[in-house]
């Protein structure tokens, strides 16, 4: 049988995550939505495309803002939308977030089932790649004091080996529980790169639990809630992890902030759509993923040309 | 008064020394220069899709002019004789247009990747995603009508509606709850609303049984 491939793409979404994964019949899983204003929405309603799965980290606004707009979009299959519960289901803004996506199910457009440990999402015909959550189990979920705290953990699997892990607003602490020793080729956040526990004692040993190759932060260049950290990216990239943002921070390069300069306009070259505020520095990251490697998309060497000739880059360590 | 002239010169200058210097044979270029001339293109929108759309320019481009008096336009790999200039912005939408396609269907060639980063340099490219996208369903509650017309969003997000975008409420009342396909435009904004649609009062959704859902299986 073929090596299958599966190809990645992290969205910019600004102060948001959103993830695509292509499988290899074409289909689409999404790992978060993005908020409101997600560009994916612009994307599949250009071109509709058949989703094999939704998968909801947690239920905050940047992470599933978008999903009464995805689930109204004609033309559009839906298998089944993941979800957990963090917080009560009486709070408006949940309601308010969800209730689209109830009324489509009750339309019998999908199903809605709960996101929980050993959820496997997906898994190649070979079985040698696989999509499955490893955090929160039921106890957890319903035992977290915080949303963050059940934030849904995620790990795309090559052959065992866990080559990218998702764990959306999780905090640094369970990451490193969940995940420790584990050396991934590409993490995600968690929490737009500011953990939400950063400020901890031990958080320093916590990072240095797990050991991924590079770290991709969507991140809006207006830095709400001050995010990046820059203390965290340091640490990451002390640890020889490439770290890369979506968009640029004033504190990375006034100058293109101020005159709206992107470094790399990544979503143009790979036939994605843009979020409509913020400066991009690396913007959307694609790899194409087989049953033995990771490649990222062919933009990289170009980013990180550019990036070394920004005022004080944030990933370099340039505080 | 020596400390208030330290430079002065240990010698008179010589006005009578011969004003011209032996430099050799002649300076020659070694090539001939890669154009004649350039020039910078004015133009910084790009019409599409008949004047629908543009593309607009982050940047001037340049065209350089060769002996042939054939121009290129520099970093976009397009080639025309001089007396074509007026098609040139119907070239730029076209090799834009090829190239995004390309880019979308996964089938550029290295060289159009080159090209592409390039180019991309030169476009505003979320002007022309925001122009291009059409209204996106969302939900939201109008706090009020009166004066301003400010609705939440189902994020929770604030907006106070501009005068345009808040026409098409008109037939909500305040603390009604709607949807709408709303047009957003550069920065989040809304900047037209449409297919508005009432979806009753705010306390409505709370009665519906949300304790067993999502499902376990």
Redesign the interface.
């Known amino acids: 049988m073929a090596d299958e491939k599966l190809i990645v793409d992290f969205w910019d979404v600004g102060q948001g995550d959103c993830s695509v994964v292509r499988l290899p019949d074409n289909s689409l899983v999404i790992i978060d939505v993005g908020?409101?204003?997600s560009?994916l929405?612009?994307w599949l309603?250009?071109?509709p495309r058949k989703i094999h799965s939704i998968v909801i980290t947690h239920n905050d606004?940047d992470h599933a803002?978008g999903l009464?707009?995805l689930v109204?979009?004609p033309g559009l299959t839906i298998g089944t939308?993941?979800?957990?519960?963090d917080r009560n289901?009486?709070d408006?803004?949940f309601?308010?977030?969800f209730?689209?996506v109830?009324e489509e199910q009750k339309k019998a457009r999908f199903?809605?089932?709960?996101l929980e440990k050993d959820r496997l999402i997906w898994e190649s015909a070979t079985k040698a790649l696989d999509l499955i959550a490893i955090y929160p189990s039921f106890s957890e979920n319903i035992e977290a004091m915080k949303p963050n705290e059940t934030s849904a953990i995620l790990c795309l699997r090559q052959k065992g080996k866990v080559g990218v892990i998702w764990p959306g607003d999780a905090p640094m602490q369970i990451v490193a529980e969940k995940c420790n020793g584990l050396t991934p080729s590409i993490l995600t956040g968690p929490h737009h790169g500011g953990p939400v526990d950063r400020k901890k004692k031990d958080f320093k040993t916590w990072v240095a639990a797990m050991q991924p190759e590079r770290l991709f932060v969507s991140v809006g260049t207006k830095r709400n809630y001050n995010l990046p950290a820059p203390d965290y990216l340091s640490q990451r990239a002390g640890h020889g992890c490439r770290v890369v943002c979506s968009q640029l921070t004033k504190h990375c390069d006034n100058e293109h902030v101020n005159k709206d300069?992107?470094v790399?306009?990544t979503?143009?070259?790979?036939?994605l759509?843009?979020?409509?505020?913020g400066t991009p520095c690396r913007g959307c990251l694609r790899v194409t993923v087989s049953e033995t490697e990771m490649i990222t998309d062919?933009?990289d060497a170009?980013h990180q040309n550019r990036v070394e000739k920004l005022r004080r880059p944030l990933c370099l360590g340039k505080q | 008064m020596e400390f208030l002239t330290p430079n002065r010169p240990s010698s008179p200058p010589e006005f009578n020394a011969p004003r011209y210097a032996y430099v050799g044979q002649p300076l020659k270029a070694d090539k001939q220069p890669a154009h004649l001339t350039e020039f910078e293109f004015a133009h910084k929108v790009i019409p599409l899709e008949g004047g629908q759309q543009c593309l607009r320019l982050l940047k001037s481009l340049r065209l350089n002019i060769n002996e042939a008096m054939e121009f290129e336009v520099q970093d976009w790999g397009i080639k025309m004789d001089c007396l074509q200039l007026p098609e040139l912005p119907r070239e730029l939408a076209r090799r834009f247009m090829f190239l995004l396609s390309a880019a979308e269907n996964e089938q550029l060639t290295e060289k159009d990747q080159a090209d592409w980063v390039k180019i991309s340099d030169y476009i505003d490219f979320r002007q022309f995603s925001v122009d291009r996208s059409p209204p996106r369903y969302q939900e939201g509650f109008l706090q009020t009508n009166k004066e301003k017309f400010i609705v939440v969003w189902h994020d929770g997000t604030r907006e106070s509606l501009p005068p345009k975008a808040a026409r098409a409420l008109g037939d909500i009342n305040a603390g009604e709850r709607f949807s709408a396909h709303v047009k957003l435009g550069k920065n989040d904004e809304t900047i037209g609303l449409e297919r508005v649609s009432l979806l009753g009062a705010t306390s409505e959704p709370a009665m519906e049984d949300w304790s067993a859902w999502p499902t376990k299986s």
């Open positions: 908020p409101r204003t560009p929405i612009d309603q250009e071109k606004a803002g009464p707009a109204k979009l939308v993941y979800m957990l519960e289901k009486t408006d803004q309601i308010n977030i209730r689209a109830r199903d809605v089932i709960r300069l992107p790399l306009q979503a143009a070259l790979l036939g759509r843009p979020p409509r505020s062919a933009y170009e």
